[in-house]
């Protein structure tokens, strides 16, 4: 019987803390799958500022709202070219999510599924994280976080797949339903406003990114 082994974690440990031995992991070539929790903040710890923090969040260490871009671990594991990698969101697409999981436990080699995870870090406005799935399809939607799939054994033309459309607006209300956002308009609000804007070019540019290696994975 083929075993299945996983290895799971939040951010802080796959982003920053642990991700020598993610990286080391992914680079071995063995059928393991890695799942992480994506918070986007340190959230076990007290919330502190991670390296998948996105520009402007406010959190430990960054209360003026955070200067730099998010890591895009996933673009880097792609880099290998035989990893499998996902990027998913239970709430947004319950069977994306799930379809992603089967790819990655069927895949005879390393697997890394990032799942977006609201927390009660980000301070949901409306519902709280008792509206956590219905946060996750707006995180999608606004164009705040992509679904995509990139499967190396898979037939020429159908190696990446894109699963989330173009973003349909309503970016910076997203934003703004969260206090980890809303509460630097607040403290500094000039600051917000710059560092919003440049936290939805991040998310623009990462979306056509995507759209880039859709063409160049399926054509090769």
């Not at 799942?35 to 340190?42: F, G, K, Q, R, W």
């Not at 790819?103 to 009660?120: H, K, Q, R, T, V």
């Not at 956590?132 to 992509?146: D, L, T």
Request: glycine fraction near 10%.
């Amino acid at each position: 019987v083929k075993k299945s082994q996983w290895i799971i974690g939040g951010d802080g440990w796959g982003y920053d803390i642990g991700y020598g031995g993610v990286d080391h992991v992914l680079a071995s070539g063995m059928d393991v799958n890695i799942l992480i929790v994506d918070t986007e903040v340190y959230s076990n710890t007290g919330g502190q500022s991670s390296k998948a923090t996105p520009v402007g969040a406010v959190a430990k260490f960054a209360s003026s709202g955070k200067r730099i871009r998010k890591k895009d671990i996933g673009a880097m594991a792609m880099t290998y070219g035989y990893v499998y990698v996902a990027q998913v969101a239970m709430g947004a697409n319950p069977a994306q999510t799930l379809k992603a999981i089967h790819e990655a436990e069927a895949y005879d080699g390393p697997s890394l599924i990032i799942g977006y995870s609201p927390c009660e870090m980000h301070s949901i406005k409306k519902g709280g994280m008792q509206n956590c799935q219905a946060e996750m399809k707006k995180a999608v939607e606004c164009g705040y976080w992509n679904l995509f799939r990139f499967n190396p054994e898979a037939a020429t033309g159908k190696k990446f797949s894109l699963d989330s459309k173009e973003p349909a607006g309503g970016y910076q209300e997203f934003l703004m339903n969260e206090a980890r956002y809303a509460s630097l308009t607040r403290s500094f609000p000039e600051r917000a406003e710059e560092l919003f804007k440049e936290n939805e070019q991040a998310a623009m540019d990462r979306y056509a990114h995507l759209l880039k290696l859709k063409t160049v994975y399926n054509e090769a």
